[in-house]
């Protein structure tokens, strides 16, 4: 089994940063494909950005293109997710996920998932 872990959420102004964290571990050799997914109140669970953990396949939602960046270090067992430029909109718990396949963009296709951690941004 793999447990995903994350952390980093907070309360931010508009405008600020934060840097999201999950750490990995188990048997995470299975661990192919990886993503971020966010959720908020009375909404479905959004795709944020997909990669693969061992090639520089990444795809960004276009929402979030150009001011958020995943990155891994498979050393760590750990990715990571800069968030810049942050807006109201951002608001929404966000998890972690994982899978033995290689990136998706569905949380469907993703059967292994953190408990989410919250980002509140205010205007």
């Known amino acids: 089994q793999v447990q995903l872990v994350e952390s980093g959420g907070g309360l931010v102004q508009a405008g600020g940063s934060l840097r999201l964290s999950c750490a990995a571990s188990?048997?995470?050799?299975?661990?192919?494909?990886m993503g971020w997914f966010r959720q908020a109140p009375g909404q479905e669970r959004e795709f944020v950005v997909t990669?693969?953990?061992?090639?520089?396949?990444?795809v960004y939602a276009d929402s979030v293109k150009g001011r958020f960046t995943a990155s891994r270090d498979n050393a760590k067992n750990t990715v990571y997710l800069q968030m810049n430029s942050l807006k109201p909109e951002d608001t929404a718990v966000y998890y972690c996920?994982?899978?033995?396949?290689?990136?998706?963009?569905?949380?469907?296709?993703?059967?292994?998932w953190g408990q989410g951690t919250q980002v509140t941004v205010s205007s």
């Open positions: 990669f693969s953990r061992y090639t520089e396949s990444l």
């Open positions: 188990g048997r995470t050799f299975m661990i192919y494909g």
């Open positions: 996920a994982a899978r033995r396949t290689g990136p998706g963009i569905l949380p469907a296709e993703y059967d292994i």
